[in-house]
């Protein structure tokens, strides 16, 4: 009799501490380890116009200067809009008007056998300079696109995929070209497909995913304002200087496509070996990591 007495007692007081416990693992900061949010794979540089982020969770939001991204999220430009993200180990993805680009996977923690950089460009245009992942271990930083798998080999390079959405530089003279992936290496090295690039050559993957040399600078790359002038920053959105162009100093071999512009198109040219006015109206973006250049912007 006493037994069944306390027992239920003795349920009760054990379901009143559950309670409790559950009450203080809501709270926040009582447990870091699960509500602590995803670490950023890198946050936003400079944007300009309206660029948008569908999250892992499906949920959808606007990128901001110093704006976080995480693996998992899906990037898109709008028509006259860029943004250019600097990830966590200093490697810099730019991505020009109306892109789409997916960060697959991304980890940075200093092993260099675990640690990953995988994109995949949808659709649109970029351009990216490598970090520390891809100089630690080359084969851990891929971009997938719908034609062909762009590996690095301690590069800037760049590349865009039409697919009868290249008809925004008709205005400056520059036809749409058939569609495919077309591909420039600045610096370094690219593998693209089973063809390797070098400095100052470029690719084009057609769509049946057969990838050849070009012998020219393909106009839908050279003459492309939002690539060869980086990007032009809103008021308030500018990125500051965080060192002095050096690539100029040292050769700059990944200038040499640049300057293959035909007709004129580029109306401010890159000025090498500035720091001062130029600096302040364009954005660092490396050339050869760890130095970094000037792009003007247009």
Do not use: W
Request: charged share 20%.
């Amino acid at each position: 009799m006493i037994n069944n007495i306390k027992t239920p007692f003795a349920l009760q007081r054990l379901f009143c501490l559950r309670l409790i416990v559950l009450a203080f693992a809501l709270l926040p900061g009582s447990f870091p380890l699960t509500a602590q949010a995803a670490e950023p794979a890198g946050k936003v540089d400079a944007v300009a116009g309206q660029v948008t982020v569908a999250g892992a969770d499906g949920a959808i939001r606007s990128l901001a200067k110093d704006g976080p991204v995480f693996a998992g999220d899906i990037i898109s430009t709008g028509p006259n809009s860029r943004v250019r993200i600097v990830f966590s180990d200093e490697g810099v993805i730019f991505l020009r008007p109306s892109t789409r680009f997916v960060i697959d996977a991304y980890k940075h923690t200093g092993n260099t056998q675990q640690d990953e950089s995988k994109f995949s460009l949808v659709k649109g245009g970029f351009r990216s300079v490598t970090g520390a992942i891809g100089q630690a271990n080359k084969d851990k930083v891929k971009i997938e696109t719908p034609v062909a798998t762009i590996g690095i080999r301690g590069t800037d390079h760049e590349g865009r995929f039409c697919a009868g959405d290249c008809l925004d530089l008709t205005n400056i003279g520059v036809s749409a070209p058939p569609d495919g992936l077309y591909t420039a290496t600045n610096v370094g090295q690219t593998v693209v497909g089973t063809q390797q690039f070098g400095p100052g050559q470029y690719g084009f993957t057609t769509p049946t995913k057969v990838t050849i040399r070009l012998p020219e600078p393909p106009p839908i790359l050279v003459a492309d304002p939002a690539l060869r002038g980086g990007m032009a920053p809103q008021k308030g959105t500018e990125s500051k200087d965080k060192s002095a162009p050096s690539s100029e100093k040292q050769g700059g071999q990944g200038e040499r496509p640049e300057q293959k512009q035909t007709g004129g198109q580029d109306k401010q040219p890159e000025k090498t070996g500035q720091t001062g006015q130029g600096a302040k109206e364009g954005f660092e973006i490396p050339a050869k990591p760890p130095t970094t250049r000037t792009i003007q912007c247009q």
